[in-house]
């Protein structure tokens, strides 16, 4: 491959994506189902335009990367910590819920086998690939629909950044007990450190960018300085204490949400994430699919794989909200919202692979329920949001 023929692929895919995107809301759905529709369209499974890339991989991770760096600039802080022990009830039902629901569905589908047989740990494994909840297809839905800072929008992105730390211990967990080493006591110490270093640089940070803000005000400088702030978040976050570097990006938003200029950055960062890495991130969700190797029992499987998967999560983020006090509508929005999968179960799978956990057909499963939960969430929260609006005080706007 020449090294201008990038030029091309990213010419076809914002192409494609904005086209398709423009038709999925003439069509009244948000316009993230376009995009992948796009991607698969343009991807292997269809045309085989382009091709999924090292360099397009890395386009689409800066993408959502920027997205929950988005996220956090809209987020409201009353409502963050309003909703938090709410959050964290909701995203250990999402955790707890589809991860024993997938357990059984791999022994029913393929045979009981005794606790800590291989056939088990696989099994065990498959559940752990349902803990995942992908945010980002949510939180573009919110932002369309402009739900992104309501009580139930904050709550959704709250308990899918807490969905996936905890499915980080999850799959540490799993893959201790393959290895025969499994230290969840530093998991935990990793976690608990990060979010302590959070909290003390996003005090000084905050009051740092106070007093930019009074020298400089609305000047590009600040986005800037932003921008350099979620990309040293995102990295730490992965490479040091091994959290999701989404979630650094998340919380490097959360440090800038209460600044004067929060929403200044926003609109300067939703520049290159609406234009390019939008896109490509979510066209890259369709490149990554190829289901032209799979046989009848993949197939077979898949099928069952997706209907417990999002089942899993609208039962138990969805019961949860039930209990803390989301009422009519507003838990099915929650357990909808908490359904989709994306780059979170991807890296779960490949982690599987690599330790020998699981074998590498099972990916199309993985893809074909990532493309189901992105394009079913965005539609089914537009219908569920359209006949809550205006009812429930949850979903007014903070």
Avoid at 213 to 228: A, V
Wanted: glycine residues 10%; aromatic residues 10%.
């Amino acid at each position: 491959m020449k090294s201008y023929d990038v030029f091309l692929d990213l010419a076809v895919i914002i192409a494609f994506a904005k086209l398709f995107g423009i038709a999925a809301r003439k069509l009244k759905a948000p316009q993230v189902v376009g995009m992948i529709i796009a991607g698969l369209l343009i991807g292997p499974s269809c045309l085989g335009i382009v091709v999924q890339t090292d360099f397009l991989t890395q386009m689409a991770e800066i993408g959502v990367v920027l997205l929950m760096f988005s996220a956090g600039l809209e987020t409201n802080l009353k409502d963050l910590f309003k909703t938090g022990p709410k959050a964290l009830a909701i995203a250990c039902a999402g955790v707890f819920i589809p991860f024993i629901m997938g357990t059984i569905y791999y022994l029913l589908f393929y045979g009981f086998a005794p606790v800590g047989s291989e056939k088990f740990l696989e099994a065990v494994f498959i559940g752990t690939i349902m803990t995942a909840t992908s945010v980002s297809i949510t939180v573009q839905t919110l932002k369309e629909l402009g739900k992104i800072n309501s009580l139930i929008g904050t709550t959704i992105v709250s308990a899918a950044i807490i969905d996936d730390v905890i499915g980080i211990v999850v799959l540490t967990v799993v893959i201790g007990f393959k290895s025969g080493n499994a230290d969840v006591g530093k998991t935990f110490l990793n976690i608990g450190l990060f979010f302590a270093l959070s909290i003390i640089i996003g005090y000084l940070l905050y009051h740092f960018f106070r007093v930019v803000e009074k020298k400089w005000p609305h000047t590009r400088r600040i986005p800037i300085m932003g921008l350099t702030l979620c990309f040293v978040m995102a990295y730490v976050a992965e490479e040091v204490f091994g959290i999701a570097d989404i979630t650094g990006a998340y919380v490097a938003g959360i440090i800038l949400c209460s600044t004067r200029n929060s929403e200044y950055i926003d609109e300067k960062m939703n520049i290159s994430s609406y234009m390019m890495f939008g896109p490509v991130f979510f066209a890259s969700i369709g490149l990554k699919t190829d289901i032209s190797h799979m046989n009848s029992g993949i197939l077979l499987f898949s099928a069952g794989f997706i209907v417990v998967a999002l089942l899993g999560k609208i039962i138990g983020c969805g019961l949860c909200g039930r209990i803390c006090g989301f009422k009519g509508k507003e838990k099915y929005i929650i357990g909808v919202g908490m359904m989709t999968r994306g780059e979170v179960a991807l890296i779960v799978a490949q982690k599987g692979l690599a330790v020998g956990l699981v074998d590498s057909v099972y990916f199309a499963s993985v893809i074909l329920l990532i493309m189901v939960s992105s394009i079913a969430t965005p539609i089914l929260l537009k219908l569920l949001f359209r006949q809550s609006d205006g009812q429930p005080e949850n979903l007014q706007q903070a």
